[in-house]
């Protein structure tokens, strides 16, 4: 199991928007694509308190992350589905992500999600087991189909901090393991595409 880390988006506003209407304050062209060299940069480390201009940017990036998954606003809108954006993704080389990962289940009416705001990660343990996703990895800033996999640990454990600075812990699995790692490389100026292989014998698929 991992530590669940919920983001109170009451310090922004009554509830998280879920938008059916107006311009969304992140569009696909906010997002650098692989081309931009800022991607290869190393993110520096974030110094805290967060700038207003950064809590802005992960509000935002809720609003979009969230949104992106739900089928009816996503297709209307032509967002690109994501779990996952780095700050250096928008632009800004600071050392923080947000993962939005829907938990829905069958039984569920409406999707549900868990909100992760990561400063400053550390991996400071992991598997041996490796995995890859079945379908492959994709990435907000790579708008092109790329064929292959890229092998991740199946469990980390991540020490960091919350948007107020306070401590964290996450132990992740699987597919929210593979999300974490992905959003990690990125503060390192690193693309999946950098990692792709085709050979995965013996490597467990999820």
Known sequence: MFTAIYFDFIKFCDK??????GDYMIKMG???DEKDSRLRSI??????????KDK??????IEYLTNSQIPEIS???GLRPGMGLAAIQL?????FFVV????????????????????????????????????????LSVNREVDGYVK???????????????PITIRAREELAIAFQHEIDHLNGILFIDKITNNINGIRTI
């Open 16 to 21: 998280i928007i879920v938008y059916f209407g």
């Open 30 to 32: 906010n997002i650098l």
């Open 43 to 52: 993110s520096n480390e974030v110094v805290f308190p967060l700038s207003k």
């Open 56 to 61: 802005k940017a992960i509000k935002d990036t």
């Open 75 to 77: 297709e209307k809108e």
């Open 91 to 95: 632009g800004i080389n600071k050392r």
């Open 100 to 139: 939005v990962h829907e938990i829905t289940r069958e039984e569920d009416k409406k999707q549900k999600f868990n909100t992760y705001i990561i400063v400053n990660p550390k991996i400071i343990s992991h598997s041996e087991e490796i995995i890859a996703a079945d379908t492959g990895e994709g990435c």
């Open 152 to 166: 991740r640990f199946a469990r980390v454990t991540i020490e960091a901090f919350d948007i107020d600075g306070k």
